[in-house]
C-alpha cells in the first residue's frame, strides 16, 4: 500500500493487541480506549518488517450541524513510534485510516489533537477554543441558592434521548450511539448521572458527576456532561453543584462539559475565584464539501446565493463554487464565476460549524472577500455555536 517496506492495514485481534503495546510507550501511559473502543471501530495500523509502527481507529459516529446529524467520522487512539516520527507517516497514516471511512459514507472528521499545527497544514482546523472550569462549590452555593427542578438519580441510558435532542442545538456534538453508555461506564465507573424536570414540563437538563481525589483540597466533584433547555434549568443544576459545598471544596468542569456560553461569567459574584484551563482543541475536516453542505441543517430564515472559492491544502489549486440556500435546504455546486469570498478548506471547516460570530472576527481569521459578502456567508451558520462535548 506504501512504499520503503510499509503498508497500512486493517488489524485483526493480534496486531491490535500489538498496537495496544505501542501505544503505551509512545503515549507514555496505557489507552484504555484502544481496547474499549476496538470492537466499534475501524482499525488501522502502519506495519513494517511485520513490526506495528503506527495505528488508530475511526468511529463511524454522527455529528449535529444545524440540527441534523452529519455522518462524520471521529479519529481516536493514533500514534507513531518515537522512533518512526519526523518522517511525514502521521499524514500518511491519516489518510489510508479516512479511505474506509469514506467509503462508508463520512463527510466530515473530527479529531482532538495537541498537534493543531500540523493537521492545519493537512485541512484541519479548530473552530473553536476548549477550557476546563474549577469553581468553588461556596461560590455556586451563594449564586445559585435556589432550585424548582424536580432532581432524579436515573441511568445514563435513561436520558440518552432527551440529551441527543438538546446536542442538536450545537454544532459538532455527537449523536451517541447505543454503546457510548457502556463506553463511558468503562472509563467512568463512578459516575453518578442526574435528570432535571421544571414544575410543568417534561425533563429539561442532564448532568452526570463523579467525586474524584484531588491532592491539594482532598476531592473535587467532576462534571462530564452538562446538558440545558435553558438558563433557568442551567441555574438549578448549578445550585444542584453548590449544595455539595459541605464536603467538597470545588467543581471541576471537564473540557467537554461546560457549552461555550457565558454561563458563569455573567452570575459569579466573584469573578477571580474561578479558574479556566485551556486545552488542545477539537479540529474538523471536510471531506466532501458538497455532500458536507447538503447533509447539514439549516435556518429556514437563511438566503443565500454566493459564488466562493476554495483553496486547496497546499494552496496551489483553487475551486469554484456556488453555495445557495434556501427553505431550510442547501446545495454546493461547481461554477465558473468567480467567488466573492474565499477561503482554505480549513477555514470552510470553521464556517461550517458556525465558528464565525462575524465579518470581522472572519477577515481576522483570513477568510477574503467585500465585507458583505464574507457578512452573508457567516449569517448562514451563525445560528449554533461549536462545542464537541465528548472526548475521545
Not at 82 to 93: C, D, K, S, T, V
Not at 164 to 181: E, S, T
Not at 207 to 212: D, G, I
Request: aromatic share 8%; proline share 6%.
Amino acid at each position: 500500500m506504501t512504499g520503503s517496506g510499509l503498508a497500512i492495514v486493517e488489524a485483526d485481534d493480534d496486531l491490535w493487541q500489538e498496537y495496544d503495546t505501542l501505544a503505551r510507550r509512545a503515549y507514555g501511559h496505557p489507552v484504555s480506549d484502544i481496547m474499549l473502543l476496538g470492537a466499534h471501530a475501524d482499525r488501522r495500523v502502519a506495519v513494517r518488517d511485520r513490526k506495528v509502527i503506527a495505528g488508530g481507529l475511526g468511529l463511524l459516529v454522527p455529528q449535529f450541524f444545524g440540527g441534523r446529524p452529519v455522518p462524520a467520522a471521529s479519529m481516536a487512539c493514533g500514534c507513531v513510534a518515537p522512533e518512526e516520527r519526523g518522517g511525514q507517516l502521521a499524514a500518511e497514516l491519516t489518510a489510508e485510516r479516512l479511505g474506509p471511512l469514506r467509503e462508508q459514507g463520512a463527510v466530515l472528521a473530527t479529531l482532538w489533537t495537541s498537534s493543531s499545527g500540523y493537521v492545519r497544514r493537512l485541512g484541519w482546523e479548530a473552530p473553536t477554543q476548549v477550557y476546563s472550569w474549577t469553581v468553588p462549590t461556596d461560590e455556586l452555593r451563594r449564586v445559585f441558592s435556589g432550585t424548582e427542578c424536580e432532581i432524579t438519580h436515573v441511568s445514563s441510558e435513561e436520558v440518552r434521548s432527551l440529551r441527543n435532542g438538546l446536542a442538536g442545538q450545537w454544532n459538532g456534538p455527537w449523536q451517541r450511539p447505543l454503546w457510548w453508555d457502556t463506553w463511558q461506564q468503562a472509563q467512568h465507573p463512578d459516575v453518578v448521572t442526574y435528570q432535571f424536570t421544571p414544575p410543568g414540563r417534561g425533563p429539561a437538563g442532564v448532568l452526570s458527576v463523579a467525586c474524584e481525589r484531588n491532592p491539594i483540597d482532598g476531592r473535587h466533584l467532576v462534571v462530564y456532561d452538562f446538558w440545558a433547555a435553558d438558563q433557568a434549568v442551567a441555574a438549578a443544576m448549578f445550585g444542584f453543584l453548590g449544595r455539595h459545598n459541605s464536603r467538597i471544596p470545588a467543581v471541576v468542569f471537564q473540557r467537554t462539559a461546560l457549552p461555550p456560553a457565558p454561563l458563569l461569567l455573567h452570575h459569579l459574584r466573584r469573578s477571580g475565584s474561578s479558574a479556566a484551563r485551556s486545552w488542545h482543541p477539537w479540529v474538523l475536516r471536510i471531506l466532501d464539501l458538497c455532500r458536507a453542505v447538503q447533509e447539514r441543517g439549516w435556518s429556514d430564515e437563511v438566503k443565500v446565493s454566493l459564488p466562493i472559492e476554495v483553496v486547496a491544502e497546499d494552496g496551489m489549486k483553487t475551486e469554484r463554487f456556488l453555495l445557495r440556500v434556501a427553505d431550510g435546504k442547501a446545495e454546493l455546486s461547481r461554477t465558473s464565476r468567480d467567488g466573492r469570498v474565499t477561503l482554505t478548506r480549513g477555514q470552510f471547516a470553521v464556517w461550517y460549524a458556525g465558528g464565525y460570530h462575524s465579518a470581522v472576527s472572519a477577515a481576522l481569521s483570513g477568510v477574503s472577500g467585500d465585507q458583505a459578502a464574507i457578512t452573508q456567508l457567516v449569517r448562514a451558520t451563525a445560528d449554533r455555536e461549536p462545542w464537541l462535548a465528548d472526548y475521545f
